[in-house]
């Protein structure tokens, strides 16, 4: 008996220890996995940008969080593409939680800042003043880290090279890319909400004009069928004669 309970308490002592071990390991592979999860995947990139076509509908408003490594430049810009009377309603808020761009209703708009402190970015699409039509919006993103060039160049200089000119060239390069991708942003949104008038104003016509012909086949036939009536003669009439 007491070696059977001796075996039972190395047993217990046994299984506790490991229910330990494997609380302890599944703690820090979560806490690994936490960590990991909050470090986007593009924050060492030194440059990001996102071009985004989103659905708002009727009385709603949608709010979207993008991350901005601190010292990094974040610009964004919207423009409705197509929807009810082609304006909504448009907002930023910095990591701080403070609203930098207010509430506008119109149909375009952009913010920009320079340097960010870091954090997550709200862009907020507001639709609640429209209780009928949804709208189609065009967001644009851009987050560039402009030191990146500084740090590459610091690499450069521990090599004893001078490339203070050719690193000065590459970051004028960078900025006039930026420059350059934002006004094509802008050219796209154009061209989007040009197309989305084409299709609608196709769509009008080719609804206006086959209702208008519908509309001349009912009243030809039915002035053929008046006039035919006017010429029928009955054929069970009686002559006097």
Known sequence: ???????????????LLLTICFILCGYLIDTSCGQEAQQPWYENLPAVAMDYKV???AGKEDCYHQYVQAGATFYVSFSVVRGGDGMAGFAVRNPGGEIVKPYQWQATADYTDQVSPGGYYSVCIDNQFS???GKLV??????VKYDAWDKYAKEIEQLQLNMQNFTATIGTVERNINDMLGYQAHSRHREARDYALLLDNNSYIQTFSVSQIVVILITCSIQVFFVRKLFDVKSNSKSRI
Not at 1 to 15: C, H, K, P, V
Not at 138 to 143: A, L, Q
């Open 1 to 15: 008996m007491r070696l059977t309970w001796q075996r039972r308490e190395d047993g217990l002592s046994i299984y």
């Open 138 to 143: 065009n967001i644009y993103i851009t987050v």
């Open 131 to 133: 209780r009928f039509a």
């Open 55 to 57: 659905h708002i509908d």
